[in-house]
Protein backbone atom coordinates (compact mmCIF):
# COMPACT_ATOMS: atom_id res chain seq x y z
CA UNK A 1 0.00 0.00 0.00
CA UNK A 2 1.72 3.44 -0.99
CA UNK A 3 2.22 5.62 1.75
CA UNK A 4 1.73 9.42 2.76
CA UNK A 5 2.91 11.45 0.48
CA UNK A 6 3.57 15.45 0.09
CA UNK A 7 0.93 16.75 1.26
CA UNK A 8 -0.21 19.65 -0.92
CA UNK A 9 0.06 23.69 0.86
CA UNK A 10 -2.99 26.02 0.67
CA UNK A 11 -0.59 27.51 -2.31
CA UNK A 12 -1.02 24.36 -4.40
CA UNK A 13 -4.72 23.97 -4.11
CA UNK A 14 -4.98 27.25 -5.38
CA UNK A 15 -3.04 26.63 -8.24
CA UNK A 16 -4.40 22.96 -8.85
CA UNK A 17 -7.90 21.88 -8.45
CA UNK A 18 -8.01 18.29 -9.89
CA UNK A 19 -11.38 18.52 -10.91
CA UNK A 20 -10.73 20.88 -13.37
CA UNK A 21 -7.36 20.45 -15.05
CA UNK A 22 -6.83 18.52 -17.96
CA UNK A 23 -5.21 14.94 -17.60
CA UNK A 24 -1.97 14.59 -19.48
CA UNK A 25 -2.72 11.93 -22.46
CA UNK A 26 -1.32 8.56 -21.19
CA UNK A 27 -1.41 4.92 -22.57
CA UNK A 28 -0.74 1.39 -20.85
CA UNK A 29 2.02 -0.76 -22.18
CA UNK A 30 4.56 -3.42 -21.05
CA UNK A 31 6.74 -2.11 -18.47
CA UNK A 32 10.36 -2.74 -17.96
CA UNK A 33 9.91 -2.05 -14.22
CA UNK A 34 6.66 -4.20 -13.54
CA UNK A 35 4.35 -5.97 -15.90
CA UNK A 36 2.28 -2.78 -17.23
CA UNK A 37 2.71 1.20 -16.81
CA UNK A 38 1.42 4.39 -17.74
CA UNK A 39 3.59 6.07 -20.59
CA UNK A 40 3.20 9.35 -21.96
CA UNK A 41 1.35 10.49 -25.21
CA UNK A 42 2.89 14.07 -24.80
CA UNK A 43 5.69 16.08 -23.82
CA UNK A 44 4.79 17.18 -19.61
CA UNK A 45 6.83 19.63 -18.05
CA UNK A 46 8.21 20.20 -14.54
CA UNK A 47 5.14 20.87 -12.55
CA UNK A 48 2.63 19.84 -14.58
CA UNK A 49 -0.37 18.01 -13.47
CA UNK A 50 -0.42 14.23 -14.77
CA UNK A 51 -3.44 12.60 -13.74
CA UNK A 52 -5.77 11.84 -10.78
CA UNK A 53 -5.45 8.73 -8.69
CA UNK A 54 -8.96 7.59 -8.00
CA UNK A 55 -10.68 4.59 -6.49
CA UNK A 56 -13.34 4.11 -3.53
CA UNK A 57 -12.62 5.46 0.14
CA UNK A 58 -12.06 3.45 2.53
CA UNK A 59 -10.83 2.67 6.42
CA UNK A 60 -8.02 0.55 7.25
CA UNK A 61 -9.91 -2.40 8.73
CA UNK A 62 -11.55 -2.50 5.39
CA UNK A 63 -8.43 -2.51 3.55
CA UNK A 64 -6.99 -5.65 5.53
CA UNK A 65 -9.92 -7.39 5.10
CA UNK A 66 -9.80 -6.55 0.93
CA UNK A 67 -6.42 -7.02 0.97
CA UNK A 68 -7.08 -10.82 2.15
CA UNK A 69 -9.67 -11.01 -0.67
CA UNK A 70 -7.48 -9.81 -3.41
CA UNK A 71 -4.84 -12.37 -2.61
CA UNK A 72 -7.34 -15.14 -2.05
CA UNK A 73 -8.79 -14.36 -5.33
CA UNK A 74 -5.43 -14.49 -6.94
CA UNK A 75 -5.73 -10.92 -7.91
CA UNK A 76 -1.55 -10.04 -8.52
CA UNK A 77 -1.86 -6.99 -6.04
CA UNK A 78 -3.82 -4.40 -4.67
CA UNK A 79 -3.84 -0.75 -5.43
CA UNK A 80 -4.31 1.05 -2.39
CA UNK A 81 -3.03 4.45 -1.64
CA UNK A 82 -2.97 5.35 2.28
CA UNK A 83 -4.36 9.50 2.55
CA UNK A 84 -4.54 9.55 6.12
CA UNK A 85 -4.67 7.60 9.22
CA UNK A 86 -6.99 5.36 8.67
CA UNK A 87 -8.01 6.13 5.05
CA UNK A 88 -7.03 4.59 2.04
CA UNK A 89 -7.92 4.94 -1.63
CA UNK A 90 -8.74 1.54 -2.86
CA UNK A 91 -8.50 1.88 -6.94
CA UNK A 92 -7.81 -2.49 -6.97
CA UNK A 93 -11.28 -2.87 -8.88
CA UNK A 94 -12.71 0.80 -9.18
CA UNK A 95 -9.48 2.84 -9.72
CA UNK A 96 -7.89 4.48 -13.45
CA UNK A 97 -5.34 4.11 -15.29
CA UNK A 98 -3.37 6.06 -12.54
CA UNK A 99 -2.85 2.50 -10.52
CA UNK A 100 -0.66 0.82 -13.07
CA UNK A 101 1.97 3.81 -12.45
CA UNK A 102 4.61 1.84 -11.34
CA UNK A 103 7.11 2.59 -8.44
CA UNK A 104 11.08 4.36 -9.10
CA UNK A 105 13.90 5.17 -7.04
CA UNK A 106 14.48 7.93 -9.22
CA UNK A 107 10.86 9.13 -9.90
CA UNK A 108 9.83 11.96 -12.38
CA UNK A 109 6.54 11.89 -10.73
CA UNK A 110 5.68 13.14 -7.47
CA UNK A 111 1.95 12.06 -5.51
CA UNK A 112 0.16 14.83 -3.57
CA UNK A 113 -2.94 14.51 -1.32
CA UNK A 114 -5.20 17.40 -1.47
CA UNK A 115 -8.05 18.07 0.37
CA UNK A 116 -10.93 19.34 -1.95
CA UNK A 117 -14.35 20.18 -0.40
CA UNK A 118 -13.67 17.87 2.24
CA UNK A 119 -12.60 15.27 0.33
CA UNK A 120 -8.99 13.74 0.20
CA UNK A 121 -8.09 13.20 -3.46
CA UNK A 122 -4.27 12.40 -4.69
CA UNK A 123 -2.85 14.30 -7.77
CA UNK A 124 -0.08 12.95 -9.91
CA UNK A 125 2.71 16.15 -10.65
CA UNK A 126 5.67 16.06 -12.84
CA UNK A 127 8.63 16.18 -10.82
CA UNK A 128 10.88 16.57 -13.72
CA UNK A 129 10.37 17.29 -17.54
CA UNK A 130 8.75 14.07 -18.86
CA UNK A 131 9.20 12.91 -22.63
CA UNK A 132 6.64 11.40 -24.96
CA UNK A 133 7.16 7.51 -24.57
CA UNK A 134 8.25 7.93 -21.23
CA UNK A 135 7.08 5.70 -18.35
CA UNK A 136 5.46 7.81 -15.59
CA UNK A 137 7.02 6.83 -12.12
CA UNK A 138 6.77 7.84 -8.51
CA UNK A 139 7.97 6.49 -5.10
CA UNK A 140 5.54 4.49 -3.49
CA UNK A 141 7.06 5.74 -0.01
CA UNK A 142 6.53 2.38 1.72
CA UNK A 143 7.31 1.95 5.27
CA UNK A 144 10.39 0.43 6.47
CA UNK A 145 9.90 -3.50 7.20
CA UNK A 146 12.89 -5.52 7.98
CA UNK A 147 11.05 -8.58 7.66
CA UNK A 148 9.28 -8.64 4.95
CA UNK A 149 11.21 -6.85 2.07
CA UNK A 150 9.37 -6.35 -1.09
CA UNK A 151 11.73 -5.92 -4.31
CA UNK A 152 12.10 -2.90 -6.45
CA UNK A 153 13.03 -3.79 -10.16
CA UNK A 154 13.47 0.18 -11.35
CA UNK A 155 16.52 0.08 -12.29
CA UNK A 156 17.42 3.67 -11.82
CA UNK A 157 21.08 3.99 -10.52
CA UNK A 158 20.21 5.22 -6.96
CA UNK A 159 17.88 2.17 -6.30
CA UNK A 160 17.30 1.25 -3.18
CA UNK A 161 16.60 -2.47 -3.94
CA UNK A 162 13.30 -2.62 -2.16
CA UNK A 163 10.08 -0.31 -2.35
CA UNK A 164 10.13 -0.55 1.73
Do not use: W
Not at 53 to 81: C, H, N, P, W
Amino acid sequence: MAEYQDVATDADILLYNPLKAREKELTIAKSKIHHYGLFALERIKANEFVIQYTGELIRQAVADLRERKYKAEGIDGSYMFRVGDDTIIDATKMGNNARLINHSCDPNCNAKILTIKGKKKIAIYAKRDIEFGEEITYDYKFPIDKHDKIPCHCGASNCRGSLN
